[in-house]
Nanobody, 115 residues
Framework: QVQLVESGGGLVQPGGSLRLSCVAS????????MGWYRQAPGKQRELVAS???????NYADSAKGRYTNARDNAKNTVYLQMSSLKLEDTAVYYC?????????WGQGTQVTVSS
């Protein structure tokens, strides 16, 4: 069982930055892959970024150049640094963890980009 707790969401103006955190309840390198997803109202949940236990990082096209996915192994935490935020980045952001054959989700954190 893996528990995930996200934090760091909030209200930010267009062009601003936020850093989301996701703390795992287990040793993070025992998790095969951790991902950041977002879901805007009326839209499907979409993958934004992911990082494997081996350190391979991938980004959705919408995140490339603006988001940075990073990991702190000592803190069992992954981060999503978001910059140059746009109105369309408004969503609930979730982290997930795939460990062996199971997937786990955090509760989500709201990011609202508004002037």
């Amino acid at each position: 069982q893996v528990q995930l707790v996200e934090s760091g969401g909030g209200l930010v103006q267009p062009g601003g930055s936020l850093r989301l955190s996701c703390v795992a309840s287990v040793y993070i390198l025992s998790i095969n892959r951790m991902g950041w997803y977002r879901q805007a109202p009326g839209k499907q949940r979409e993958l934004v970024a992911s990082i494997t236990s081996g350190g391979n990082i991938n980004y959705a096209d919408s995140a490339k150049g603006r988001y940075t996915n990073a990991r702190d192994n000592a803190k069992n935490t992954v981060y999503l640094q978001m910059s140059s935020l746009k109105l369309e980045d408004t969503a609930v952001y979730y982290c997930d963890a795939v460990r062996e054959v199971a997937a786990y989700w955090g509760q989500g954190t709201q990011v609202t980009v508004s002037s």
